[in-house]
Structures are given as structure tokens and as C-alpha cells.
């Protein structure tokens, strides 16, 4: 049984996967952001006009407060061999594994301001540039973002780009 609040939720949620945006989520720990970012893949997987199997599509979930800003770039977007001294493979990141199916970015707001432009990149253009790569490759990837701050303040205290915040959406 869904109670109201949450029924209401879960038809925005699913307003957002039918609408082919991206969805912010806010709300405290705990309060089961994850579990509606499940929602939106669930969703969105089930009306894509590309479908063309019953095998459910990746859901990647990065919780951007743990990783560390010296390696953020290369476990977001990859690193193409020779990048640096001990990369001798090229390596997928967190956006092409999640290539075909959904990114959830929980704590977003924790993002360097760096990754955020890059981030940004990668939703206006469709392309991920792997760390040393002077080629994009093309993803189709859906993004979902939650934290528990104020965007909207983040962006006003010059923490978070505005442009990202207008790209991520109205927070649920």
C-alpha cells in the first residue's frame, strides 16, 4: 500500500522517466532516494521507444561523497591507455558502464567543480571524453541525481554550477 505523499512522488517519477529528462531528488539520508532513482530506471527502461529486450538495463550507483577529487575523473568518465604512468589498458568509468540504462550521482553536490563541467558535457552532448582520450565516445545514458542540500543555495554560495543545476532539473 502507497500512501498519498509517496504515490504522489512516485507519478512525478515516473512523469520525469516518460519525459526523457533527467531527475534531482532531495531529501535526507535514508529517505530512500536510491530507491525512487530504481523507480526512474524501472520506468524508463520499461517506456524506451528503443527497447528491444527484456533484460533490464545497467543502474549504476556512485556515492559522489566518497570519492576521493584526485581520482573523480577517471572513475567517472575512464582513461584511455598511457593516460598516465600506471594506466596500460584503457579503462571504462561509472558513465559508460552505465551506457544504455541509468546513472544514479548520490551526494552530486560533492562533485569538484571540474567533474561538474565535465558532467555537464557529457548530458548536453551525449559524449564521454575518457582521461587522455582526444576522442569522445557516444553514450546514451539516463541521470539521476539526489543529495540532501539545497541546490538552488549551493548554486547561490558558487558551489555547484548553475548550469548543471538547470540541466539536472526542478528537485522532487
Known amino acids: ?18 519525459a526523457d529528462a533527467c531527475l534531482h531528488l532531495r531529501g535526507e539520508t535514508g529517505a530512500g532516494k536510491e530507491l525512487l532513482a530504481r523507480a526512474f530506471a524501472d520506468e524508463t527502461f520499461a517506456r524506451s521507444p ?27 568518465f575512464g582513461t584511455k591507455r ?20 541509468t546513472l544514479f550521482l548520490d551526494e552530486v553536490v560533492e ?18 571524453f575518457r582521461l587522455g582520450a582526444t576522442k569522445g565516445t557516444r553514450v546514451s545514458v539516463r541521470v539521476c541525481t539526489a543529495t540532501h542540500a539545497d541546490l538552488r543555495a549551493e548554486v547561490a554560495r558558487g558551489r555547484f ?12
Open 1 to 18: 500500500v502507497v500512501g498519498p505523499v509517496l504515490g504522489a512522488t512516485l507519478d512525478a517519477v515516473r512523469a520525469s522517466a516518460r
Open 50 to 76: 528503443r527497447r528491444t529486450t527484456d533484460s533490464p538495463r545497467p543502474f549504476v550507483a556512485v556515492n559522489c561523497a566518497t570519492i576521493q577529487p584526485e581520482l573523480a575523473e577517471r572513475l567517472l
Open 82 to 101: 598511457g593516460a598516465y604512468s600506471s594506466a596500460d589498458a584503457d579503462a571504462d568509468g561509472y558513465v559508460q558502464a552505465a551506457d544504455g540504462g
Open 111 to 128: 562533485l569538484d567543480g571540474a567533474i561538474q563541467a565535465k558532467l555537464l558535457r557529457v548530458l548536453e552532448t551525449g559524449e564521454v
Open 161 to 172: 554550477r548553475a548550469d548543471l543545476y538547470y540541466r539536472l532539473g526542478r528537485p522532487l
